[in-house]
Structures are given as C-alpha cells and as structure tokens.
C-alpha cells in the first residue's frame, strides 16, 4: 500500500436550518437554489487551488484540500459571505486515511458550537498539512451504462440500478478500504482512498457485482492535489476503455517528481 495523507475540510452552513425558516418558511425551489449556486460556487473556488468538493447533504459538503492553506481556507469565507445571504464554517483535518480526516474534521467544527446555533459563525479550526502529501483519488464508472441502461430502461428505472450500485459501492470503500466515495452524476463515483493496491480495487469490483449486479471499471490516480490526482485518474479510466481492463493506475505528474 503506498503511503497517502489526505487532507478534508467539512464545509457547513451557519444556522441554515433557522434561517430557512425565518422570519416565515422559504419556497423549497428557493432554498435548492442556493444550495446548488453555493455548491458550484465552492467547487469552482476550491478547485482554484487544486481541490475537490463532494455535495453530500448540500448544507455540509465535504471537500478534499491537499495544498489548500489557511489563508485560501479564509478566502473561501470570503467569498461565500460576499455572495451569500448565508456564511460557512470550516473544520480541517488530516489522515492517513480519508474516514479518519473527516472524523477529525467533524469533531474539529462539533467542538466550535452547534450547526444551528447563531453564535456559531464563519469557524475555521483545524491545521493543514505542514508538508506536502499525496492523495489517492479513484473514479469509478458503470461498463456500457448507455447500452444496458440508459437506451433500454426508462429513467427512473436507471436512476435505480445506478443508485444501486453506487451504494454498494460507498459502503464497501467505507467499511473495508476507510474510504469516501461520492456520485458525481451520470454513472460516475469518485473515491478518495488510502493508497490502495491494484488488488484491493480488483476486489470492490467484484464485491458490487455480486451485491448490485452492476458492473464497473476504474481509473486511479495520486498526486499532491486532488485536482491532479483526479486527473491521472480520469486517464487511467480512459486507459481502462481502451484496454478492456477493469483496473487502472497511474500516477500525476507531481507525484511522479516527487
């Protein structure tokens, strides 16, 4: 297992459960438009510096931040708080494994006050990594999604054979790699793992076969930044289609110096 260290920022709006509601309750449409701006916004500021945002439950995303340091973390408030009639709070951590810095993160943010108590604003806790480390990103794909899905089952019937695997997927990494995997549309999953081997993938493979009966192929890639380790995964998925194979990995350019 090659050594990784990640490094994850918990992102949690200031007391939005009060202020959707206040002074009267807001349109649903309304408050799922801020959050899909807000979250397009934080994807574009955060991968400025080479980092990842996963949506999760909107009103807490989880980003991956390798080489994103305070300061950046602070311009992030910023903007929001320019743009927004909402702030954010930010708990970092890092770890040998993705599970145990976002445990980190949460308790980092838990400690600072609750999500929906209004004395709690615009918190930053946690420390970056003092040195440089890589991070393992891997990106899952359905084999011939259109094919056996999307041209032959009506759409909610895709949505739940994808939604299916991907569930399978997440807990897996979860529970036996430490690892976080978010759907990031289409028949795509991104994890961010620990530096796992070509075996360990061979085998969550596998495993979502026999428990969704869906297929899968992935790309893996490491790099100092999560942007560029995604990238190195993105070519070694590409690699996977142009081989056949179900496992790829690569590294980025970084690493590769490094």
Request: hydrophobic share 35%; glycine share 10%.
């Amino acid at each position: 297992m090659t050594v990784t260290e990640t490094q994850v920022t918990l992102i949690q709006i200031d007391n939005y459960g009060p202020w959707t509601v206040s002074p009267t309750p807001r349109r649903e449409p309304d408050l799922q438009t801020l959050q899909s701006r807000l979250y397009a916004d934080l994807s574009q500021l955060v991968a400025h510096d080479g980092g990842y945002v996963f949506s999760t439950r909107f009103d807490n995303m989880i980003a991956v931040t390798n080489g994103i340091d305070l300061s950046g973390h602070r311009r992030i408030q910023a903007a929001v708080r320019n743009r927004y009639p909402v702030t954010v709070s930010l708990g970092v951590a890092t770890g040998s494994s993705p599970r145990e810095a976002v445990g980190e993160a949460t308790a980092t943010l838990q400690a600072a006050g609750s999500a929906q108590d209004s004395d709690r604003t615009e918190i930053l806790r946690g420390e970056p990594l003092c040195e440089d480390g890589t991070v393992q990103i891997a990106h899952f794909d359905v084999n011939d999604a259109t094919g056996q899905y999307t041209d032959e089952l009506n759409a909610f019937d895709v949505f739940r054979h994808i939604d299916r695997g991907y569930s399978a997927l997440l807990e897996y990494m979860y529970d036996a790699h430490d690892s976080l995997s978010f759907f990031i549309g289409g028949d795509n999953v991104i994890s961010v793992t620990p530096g796992l081997d070509r075996a360990a993938f061979a085998e969550t493979i596998e495993h979502v076969e026999e428990a969704a009966g869906i297929e899968l192929k992935v790309g893996v890639g490491r790099d100092l930044t999560a942007g560029d380790a995604g990238m190195a995964a993105k070519e070694a998925l590409e690699r996977c289609r142009n081989r056949g194979t179900r496992v790829e990995i690569g590294t980025g350019e970084s690493a590769g110096r490094a």
